[in-house]
Every structure is written in structure tokens, then in C-alpha cells.
């Protein structure tokens, strides 16, 4: 754990179900190497977990089953360690892949850009070889100029106790790509002869695995598990089936058929998945199908009707093929909390066991001081009085980050040439991408919050008339996407502190930095508390008892597409004539289509556009500008709220 981390205070309620085959699941880490500093329930670290996957392993062996640690992608673009690079990922990938995976697979992220697809080709591929699975992407070699798949296609093994898998990774049907890149669809994909041939494999398949940045529920829009699924299954339909997805930042388990399930782990290192599973016929496998001395899987896999969700995914009633006999299998899911109160826990009865850490976690937890500091990600702006949540309290109530927002928009939104002109400032909702909470606002939280670098572009003059119906227009519009990244997106503004961001790998273990923020030595001692704690309430197709932590309700309100800001407007109260309509370039479209509707009778296009302020200061910088003049008390002693829902 970092040395300025939480430690958590509410631990699991019970050990976990082991079975013939056992599961650790990752999914969109997006850079949380660190883990969440300022939230008691995610702040274990990197180094943490590589800890507990080692003493995970030993216990898998003592009690003579298996264990495969599994990640399906998405591995940057959300924090600094990952992101305050160039490309992104160079320092982190070399400290993320300190965990010794059994499969993985690509996500979106590591594709939207050439230098970060290639370093993904060359360096974090060739670390994981043929446990690395690409099954539908593809990428140019620089040195011959023909595509070619970035990692393998899949993989047919034998574990440790004898169980015979055959595996594929497939990424969703991603169109974001950089040219360097290819993803094959789904629906090509299942009907290549390889593919085929891997399904129909000559040697006996206990178990298929399948994995991929990829949501496990096969009604959400993007999802492409059901066309691999219904492949698999019409032509193995009695072969158990294991998926393992991602991309929607969810806890999730879903039931396919009597043979058949998929797990979803969360996201930024707040959620570990556990399944378990036991009865696979194998005529190779020595597992002990009930191990002895620990809870053991015991339900069965019944399909819902109609299927239900997390709440995040539009259910509707999609038709696959199933096995056509009874099953033997048993299964057991579980959501972990990411802190050492959790890992400490469920380590313990691993071989020897005197100390959750072991001496590669401590020496990655030691890399990602060193990185931490060297990148400068704990330069302080200011200490942020309160949490601010994207969507457990209303829209613009206290405690909501788009009124904090919206306050600093109004306060740093300025060009000082027409500071005295009123101007409405319009950002979409997506151009966030987490909650602040209370603590220390860093160079490190300003990827946190907003990691996107869409610059601020305006329309002079307008009538105000006008350009005071645009909020409405926009958020009675569609729905505005996050924005896509691209190159652009990683040029992030120099402005706000001085930074080396030409880090070169492999890192130094010793490199003791100093930073503006000084930090308490040693390790938290955690306290154990019996009080719910804010958090995660899962349901799934296996009811609502997965979440290894019983947590209280963080409520989820709805949020408007975009957020509007009003500055310089006269004192008195009455309207101005004319104002000038700010906006993210991102959404320059959508502003000029709104002053153009019928009922607002505007006639601007693209060339009545220009920029506000200077392009590098972007979306990436507002909010720390705002906390350098707002956010001074308490400097440098920042208090630490308990976090996000508390």
C-alpha cells in the first residue's frame, strides 16, 4: 500500500468457495497502479495484489486444486502513473505485468493510438507470449508491413492438475482504432477456419475459457459474447464454457446455460472477481472437486427469465443455444473489494503464511512510490474541502462534481482580452471520467477527474436571446459519447507543474524522490469496523449476495448531457444583450447546431468558431487552475475524506 493510502475498515463477511478450478479476474485497471489513495475501500496497490496472487497460488496448491489469474485489458488512460507519459503505459506496463497472468487479452485503449498499439506489440505482448490472446486483432509490422496477429490467436494447455483448456481472447467490435490496427468482427471471426478448427480442436477439451475486453451480457449493444457462445456451444454442446469480459466498468455475472457462465470485474482497481468451479468431467484432471477445509461451490447454473443486470445494461431477452444434458458443475462467484483488510483475509492458509507482503509485492509497491514521485503526480494544487461524486447525489446539489464544476468553469474560464464580456461556458458531462474525493487535489487527480484534453473554442457576440436556449436544445438531445481519444488526448498541458515526463524504464528501485507533499512512514493499521460501509450493491444472474463486502447503497442519479456555466454577467441581475458561447472543441458540432434550430434562428457555422484561451490549456487543466486559487487551506496538510459515498 502507499505510504499516503486508506486502509479500509470493513472486511469480507465469510472465506471464499474453492473448487476443481478457481478464478481471479482483472479488468479495465486503466492505470490505478496506485490504488485509490483517498478511498478506505480500493486502497490496497499494485504491489498488494501481486502479494496476494502469490500466496493465492500456494493456496491452490496445498488444497490440490487450480488457480488461473486472468485480466481482459484496458490497462491505461485513468491515472497518472500510466498516463503523465509518452506514450502512455511505458512506465506502468513494466510494473503492471509484475503479476504473472495465466491469460489476457486486449483492450480498446491499447489500440486508439499507434505508439501506444506498438508498444503494446512490441514490449507488453512478448512479456506474456502466448498467454496473451488476440484473437481478432491485428497489427502491422513495422518491419515487413503485413498485418499480423499482436498476440496469439488462443491457447490449448493443460493446468497444473491436469485440466485440459482451450482459450480465446476477443476483443468487442471496435471501430476506434488507429490504421496500424485491424479488429476482425466477431461475426468474421467465428466463421475462419482457424477459429473452427481451435473449436473442433484434435486433442480432448475439458473447458473452454473464453475471454475479452468484451461485456459478459450478451443484450448490451456492443457485447459480441453471444455470437461466440452460440458458436462454441452448436458445435461442443455439452463442454463447459467459463467467460470472462469487460469494457463496461461493472460487477457482473451472467448465466448462459447449465455449462455455461461469465464474469465481469468492475474497473480502476476496486473489484477483484472470484468464480469457482467444480464437476468438470476430465479424464486427466487429479483436482479434488471438493477440496477439503474451505467452503466449496454448490449452485447450479439455471438461466433467469428474464435476465437480470446491474442496473447499467438494458435487459432484453436474447435467445442462445444451450446444452442439451444435466450438468454436474457447481459455481461459486464472488465481488472482492481492492484493500489488504480483503487480501489479508482470504491469504490467509497459504504456505507458509506469516505476512500478507512478500518480497515482489514490496518491491513492486516500492516502483510505484518511485514512479509516483519521479513523474511528479503528487504535486499538490490544493486540498479539496469535500467529495464530489459524479452521480450519488443530484445534479448540481452539494457534493455533486458538476456544481463544483461549474463554479471553477466560471472562475478560470477566462480570456482576459474579453473578461469583461459575460460569457456562457459549456462542457459535456463525459469529458469526466471519476469522482474527487476529499484530500489532496495532485497533478496525478487532474487524469483522475478529467484525463481528456479537449481545449475550450467560443462564438462572440451572440444574442443572448439565443444563446440562452442552447443548455436546453443540448441536453434534450441525443446522448453525447465520452469522448473518443486520440493523439491529441495525451498532449496534456505542461502548464500547471513542472514535470519530467521522459521517464525511461525499467525503473529504479532505489530512487528515493522528494515532492511537495510530505507523507506518513509505514504501513496503516486497519481497523476493523462492523458498520456497512458505502459501496457496491451487486445483483446479478446469481442474486445479490456476491459482494464480498456487504456495502450500504451509494445512490446513482442521472446527469445531463452537458453543464452550462455563466461568468461576468452584470451585477445587478438583468440579462445581457450579447455574450460569448464557450465550448469544449469536442462539442463545437452540437453548440452550432443548437443555435441554428428553427426556434432559436442563429446562422453560425464552423467559421464563426475560434479559440477562447490557448489550446494547452484543455479539460485537463481547468480544475487544478481552480485549486491552486480556491483550494489553499490546509496546505500541505490535506485532510482525507473517508470516500466516494461516505
Not at 345 to 370: F, N, R, V
Not at 497 to 511: F, K, Q, V
Not at 515 to 526: D, P, Q, V
Not at 599 to 611: E, I, N, P, Q, T
Request: some cysteine; aromatic content about 10%; hydrophobic content about 35%.
Amino acid at each position: 500500500m502507499q505510504p499516503d493510502a486508506q486502509g479500509a475498515t470493513t472486511g469480507p463477511k465469510s472465506p471464499l468457495e474453492w473448487g476443481q478450478i478457481n478464478f481471479l479476474q482483472t479488468t479495465d485497471t486503466h492505470g490505478w497502479l496506485e490504488g485509490h489513495i483517498k478511498e478506505q475501500n480500493y486502497g490496497a496497490d499494485w504491489g498488494d495484489y501481486v502479494s496476494f496472487t502469490k500466496h493465492m497460488k500456494k493456496k491452490a496448491k496445498k488444497l490440490g486444486v487450480d488457480l488461473l489469474l486472468i485480466d481482459t485489458g484496458d490497462l491505461h488512460d485513468g491515472a497518472g502513473i500510466s498516463d503523465a507519459t509518452s506514450p502512455n503505459g511505458v512506465v506502468s506496463n513494466a510494473i503492471w505485468d509484475n503479476v504473472d497472468y495465466d491469460l489476457l487479452t486486449i483492450g480498446n485503449h491499447e489500440l486508439y493510438v499507434t505508439e501506444i498499439a506498438y508498444e503494446t506489440f512490441s514490449n507488453f505482448s512478448k512479456v506474456y507470449g502466448d498467454r496473451y490472446l488476440t484473437s481478432n486483432v491485428q497489427i502491422k509490422d513495422p518491419a515487413t508491413g503485413e498485418f499480423e496477429y499482436l498476440g496469439a490467436k488462443y491457447r490449448y494447455f493443460t493446468t497444473e492438475q491436469g485440466l485440459r483448456i482451450m482459450s480465446f481472447g476477443v476483443l468487442f467490435d471496435f471501430t476506434g482504432n488507429s490504421n496500424v490496427s485491424k479488429v476482425i468482427p466477431a461475426k468474421t471471426l467465428v466463421q475462419q477456419s482457424w477459429f473452427l478448427d481451435a473449436v473442433n480442436f484434435k486433442k480432448p477439451i475439458d473447458l473452454f475459457v473464453v475471454i475479452g475486453h468484451n461485456p459478459v451480457r450478451t443484450n448490451v449493444t456492443s457485447s459480441t459474447f453471444g455470437t461466440l457462445f452460440s458458436t462454441i456451444r452448436k458445435l461442443r454442446p455439452e463442454v463447459p464454457i467459463q467467460a470472462f469480459g469487460g469494457h463496461t466498468h461493472i460487477r457482473d455475472f451472467v448465466v448462459y446455460d447449465n455449462k455455461a457462465t461469465g464474469m465481469e470485474s468492475g474497473r480502476y482497481c476496486e473489484t477483484l472477481g472470484w468464480v469457482a468451479v467444480s464437476g468438470i468431467k476430465s479424464s486427466t484432471c487429479k483436482a479434488k472437486h471438493n477440496p477439503k477445509g474451505v467452503p466449496n461451490p454448490t449452485r447450479k447454473a439455471v438461466p433467469p427469465t428474464p435476465p437480470k443486470s446491474t442496473g447499467t445494461a438494458t435487459v432484453s431477452a436474447i435467445i442462445l443455444p444451450t446444452s442439451t444434458t444435466p450438468s454436474t458443475l457447481r459455481y461459486a462467484r464472488r465481488y472482492l473489494d481492492w484493500n489488504r483488510l480483503t487480501f489479508n483475509y482470504h491469504a490467509k492458509g497459504s504456505q507458509p503464511y506469516t505476512s500478507l507482503d512478500t518480497s515482489e509485492g514490496l518491491t513492486t509497491t516500492s516502483e510505484i512510490t518511485a514512479a509516483r514521485a519521479k513523474l511528479n503526480l503528487t504535486d499538490l494544487y490544493g486540498c479539496a474541502p469535500e467529495t464530489y461524486c459524479q452521480y450519488c447525489k443530484p445534479f448540481l446539489a452539494d457534493g455533486n462534481l458538476f456544481g463544483l464544476l461549474q463554479t471553477a468553469l466560471s472562475t478560470v474560464v477566462v480570456n482576459e482580452t474579453r473578461k469583461d464580456i459575460p460569457r456562457l461556458i459549456i462542457i459535456n458531462t463525459g469529458s469526466v471520467r471519476f469522482d474527487l474525493a476529499k484530500g489532496p487535489f495532485t497533478y496525478d487527480d487532474s487524469f483522475i477527474v478529467s484525463p481528456f484534453a479537449d481545449a475550450f473554442q467560443f462564438i462572440a457576440d451572440v444574442p443572448y436571446a439565443q444563446a440562452s436556449k442552447v443548455i436546453d436544445i443540448l441536453n434534450a438531445g441525443a446522448f453525447q459519447k465520452k469522448r473518443e481519444l486520440s493523439v491529441a488526448d495525451f498532449a496534456f498541458s505542461p502548464i500547471l507543474a513542472d514535470r519530467d515526463t521522459c521517464i525511461d524504464p525499467p525503473l529504479t528501485h532505489s530512487y528515493e524522490g522528494k515532492t511537495r507533499r510530505s507523507k506518513a512512514g509505514g504501513r496503516l493499521h486497519l481497523r476493523q469496523n462492523t458498520s456497512p460501509v458505502p459501496g457496491y450493491t451487486t445483483t446479478d444472474d446469481f442474486g445479490t449476495d456476491g459482494d464480498d463486502t456487504v456495502h450500504s447503497r451509494i445512490p446513482n442519479y442521472k446527469q445531463p448531457n452537458d453543464l452550462q456555466a455563466n461568468a461576468s454577467f452584470p451585477i445587478d441581475g438583468s440579462k445581457p444583450e450579447k455574450v460569448d458561447v464557450v465550448f469544449l472543441d469536442f462539442i463545437a458540432s452540437y453548440v452550432i447546431n443548437a443555435l441554428n434550430t428553427p426556434d432559436v434562428g442563429g446562422a453560425f457555422s464552423v467559421k464563426d468558431v475560434s479559440y477562447y484561451m490557448d489550446k494547452s490549456f484543455t479539460t485537463n487543466s481547468y480544475l487544478p487552475a481552480y485549486a491552486k486559487i480556491a483550494w489553499q487551506a490546509n496546505v500541505p496538510n490535506c485532510p482525507v475524506g473517508a470516500g466516494i459515498g461516505s
